[in-house]
Nanobody, 120 residues
Framework: QVQLVESGGGLVQPGGSLRLSCAAS????????MAWYRQAPGKQRELVAT???????TYADSVKGRFTISKGNAKNTVYLQMNSLKPEDTAVYYC??????????????WGQGTQVTVSS
């Protein structure tokens, strides 16, 4: 069974920074890509950033230049460094992984979400 565990959310003032972490564990053969999504109250979940197994990254226009997605040294770990945070970045952030594991050639897994609140 694959599990994704996120950490690093919290309350930060506008202009501040936070780093989110996500670790995927279980019987994983390979990771196609990992991503961060977010969902603000009353809004649809939106894609924030992705990173492929080869390290290629993409970002939503709203976070380009402020957020950085990267792989951790530990296997199947990904970070989201968030700088210059704005109140509109407030949301629950979810880690997503599309990977090959012992049970499926292509499985889609989600973390439980971590709250990020940007407020003075």
């Amino acid at each position: 069974q694959v599990q994704l565990v996120e950490s690093g959310g919290g309350l930060v003032q506008p202009g501040g920074s936070l780093r989110l972490s996500c670790a995927a564990s279980g019987n994983i053969f390979s990771v196609y890509y990992m991503a961060w999504y977010r969902q603000a109250p009353g809004k649809q979940r939106e894609l924030v950033a992705t990173i492929t197994g080869g390290g290629t990254t993409t970002y939503a226009d709203s976070v380009k230049g402020r957020f950085t997605i990267s792989k951790g040294n530990a296997k199947n770990t990904v970070y989201l460094q968030m700088n210059s945070l704005k109140p509109e970045d407030t949301a629950v952030y979810y880690c997503n992984a599309v990977l090959r594991d012992f049970t499926r050639p292509r499985g889609d897994y989600w973390g439980q979400g971590t709250q990020v609140t940007v407020s003075s």
